[in-house]
């Protein structure tokens, strides 16, 4: 079984700074790309930042020069610092990874870590 833990969600005013971390467990032979999702209340789940194996990375504009996503491959863990955050990043966040395991990619999912920013 594959695992994947978020991390570091919480409360923090506007302006203020988190860091997210996503540890990933369990028999994995190799993790391909690598992404931050979320999801606010009675809206879809967007990508936020991807990155892949290489360390390539992609963000959406609406968190471009604020956000940095990073990945340390040694310990299967992908981090995402926030900084300058916003109330509209108020949100559920999520990791997912692509991973091989027993022969064959899955996609897998973390359970979520709440963002909560006040203005």
């Known amino acids: 079984q594959v695992q994947l833990v978020e991390s570091g969600g919480g409360l923090v005013q506007a302006g203020g700074s988190l860091r997210l971390s996503c540890a990933t467990s369990?028999?994995?032979?190799?993790?391909?790309?690598m992404g931050w999702y979320r999801q606010a209340p009675g809206k879809q789940r967007d990508l936020v930042a991807a990155?892949?194996?290489?360390?390539?990375?992609n963000y959406a504009d609406s968190v471009k020069g604020r956000f940095t996503i990073s990945r340390d491959n040694a310990k299967n863990t992908m981090y995402l610092q926030m900084n300058s955050l916003k109330p509209e990043d108020t949100a559920v966040y999520y990791c997912?990874?692509?991973?091989?395991?027993?022969?064959?990619?899955?996609?897998?999912w973390g359970q979520g870590t709440q963002v909560t920013v006040s203005s």
């Open positions: 997912n990874a692509n991973i091989l395991t027993f022969g064959r990619v899955y996609d897998y």
């Open positions: 369990g028999s994995i032979f190799q993790i391909n790309a």
């Open positions: 990155i892949t194996s290489g360390g390539g990375t």
